[in-house]
Structure formats: C-alpha cells, structure tokens
C-alpha cells in the first residue's frame, strides 16, 4: 500500500457516491418510458450510469466507491422505531421494479470495476464517513456525493461534500458549512440534535429552529456546554431545553455518523483503474439492458 502522508499526489483523490441518493435523484426524475430490451423500465440505471459518469468527469478520481443503504434496518431504529419510517415505497409492482434496477445498478458497477459496499445495519453516511476518514488520516482527500445534509458534520480540510441540485451542485467547504448554518462541521451534530430533522422523523426541541441554535453554540460551543450555562439562557429556552434534554441526547446518537466501519483498510482497494470512454447507453447495451 502506497504511505500519502504529506507526499499525496496532487491528482489522487477518493470520490464516494451515495448510491441510493444519485439512484433515486435520476429515477425519480426520468420517464419510466426508458424500457430494457425486455420491456421493464430501467430509467433508474440509464440516469444513474450517465450522473455517475459525469460525477467521474467532474472530480477526475484516482479511488472510488459507491456505498448503498443495505435492505435491513439501520441500528438508529432500535434507539428510535420511528426512524426514517416515513418514506413510501410504492405499489408492489414499482417496489419490484425499483429493487430490480437496484440490483442492475450495482452489475453496472461491476461492469466498471468499481467498488460498492453496504454493511448490515448501518447507512450509507457510516461507510462514506468510515472511508473518508480513514483517507483524510493518510493526507488522501475524498469528496462526497450525497444531499443528507448530516454529511456535513465531516467537512474538514481534506473533506468536502458535494451535493447535487438540478444539473449542478453545490460543494460544501469548512468555511461554507460556516457561511450556510453558522456553525463548524464539527459542532453540525450539536446543530442537528437541537433542531431535529423532519426528513428522518427526527423532531427537534420546540421552538428552536437552526438560527437559535447556531447562536446557542456561538456562544457556548456544544450542547454540554449551553446545558452547563442553562441558567442564563432566556426562561423560554431554559423550559424547552430542560424538558426535552433527553430528546437532544437520542438526537445527538442518532444523527452522528459512524466513522469506524468494518470495511477493506487498504485505500488501494478503491483504486479505480479508469474503464476509457464510456457512455450510459454502451454500458447498458454491453450489459444486455439495451439494444
């Protein structure tokens, strides 16, 4: 395995895309009118493969991984069962046809020779935040692809989040974090334990919203440190904070990211050796998915 240390190649970087998202994203955004050679609609794969390769384009990687969602629950709905319940899947018909492309998606990354991994029990933001870590400790840098905002909580110099919006995007920096939510990365889970998060069915403390709680943190620095000051807070904060205290520690366990995973420590097994011109449309005539 190659040390990177302070030596890293200018050009190495370590992209990992949030499979589930990017799948979701194009198949809920092209026609089910995108039909394979037997007649089934494959416009998930078709958009994922074409939004890949231009992810590809865009960020140039030397290493790559895709992580997805695994089928069984994450360990977060064993600490609250009302977790990320709230997400309709469809009729019978179209939960098969999605799972069906899933399963083609990943035979696209084959195809490619990329890496994909989903761990039981966890989410797609633990392997992302595992292997982000893991290289930011060797000096790789990595971008992450994904629009969960609870990814920011790893933004750091050696980490940036870039999350797609309409044909474009955004990518989050240290100093953007601070800019759009008025706190550090690293006191994002404060931030997101006090506010909640309707999206995962995460409710917040009443009454604090996220310019509250970014002054909150300005000016005590983390949640252990506005409850130590919970004297001299405003009487309405002192009441809504000292009832749901509990509330905000479940919070705080379920929004953080799980960055020690069970996952390949050897960077070079994400090494991506680049599969040449390539196209959503060839990749799926060569996979048999299109004539």
């Not at 019978?92 to 799972?99: I, K, L, R, S, T």
Request: charged share 20%; aromatic share 8%.
């Amino acid at each position: 395995m190659p040390w990177y240390g302070n030596d890293v190649d200018q050009t190495e970087r370590l992209l990992l895309v949030d499979g589930h998202h990017l799948f979701h994203r194009t198949y809920n955004a092209l026609p089910r009118t995108i039909v394979g050679v037997d007649g089934a609609p494959i416009q998930g794969v078709y958009g994922f493969a074409g939004a890949l390769a231009r992810l590809i384009r865009r960020f140039g990687p030397s290493h790559l991984c895709v992580p997805f969602d695994p089928p069984e629950p994450p360990f977060r709905r064993d600490l609250f069962p009302d977790y990320r319940t709230g997400r309709p899947r469809g009729t019978p018909d179209e939960v098969a046809n999605f799972d069906a492309q899933v399963g083609q998606v990943m035979g696209v990354l084959d195809h490619l020779g990329i890496q994909h991994v989903m761990v039981s029990g966890y989410e797609a933001d633990d392997a992302m935040g595992t292997l982000s870590v893991r290289a930011a400790g060797v000096g790789l840098p990595s971008v992450i692809v994904s629009g969960d905002r609870d990814l920011l909580q790893l933004v750091s110099p050696l980490v940036e989040v870039f999350m797609p919006k309409g044909q474009d995007g955004e990518t989050y920096t240290p100093a953007l974090v601070q800019e759009r939510w008025g706190v550090r990365p690293d006191q994002f889970v404060d931030l997101k334990a006090l506010i909640g998060d309707s999206s995962d069915l995460i409710p917040g403390v009443p009454g604090i919203g996220p310019r509250t709680a970014a002054t909150l943190l300005a000016q005590h620095g983390s949640i252990d440190g506005i409850y130590a000051n919970l004297g001299t807070l405003p009487v309405r904060l002192q009441a809504a904070l000292g009832a749901h205290r509990e509330r905000v520690d479940l919070n705080r366990r379920l929004v953080t990211i799980v960055t020690a995973l069970d996952l390949p420590a050897d960077l070079e097994t994400y090494r991506w050796a680049n599969a040449g011109d390539w196209t959503a449309s060839s990749v799926l005539a060569a996979l048999g998915l299109r004539g």
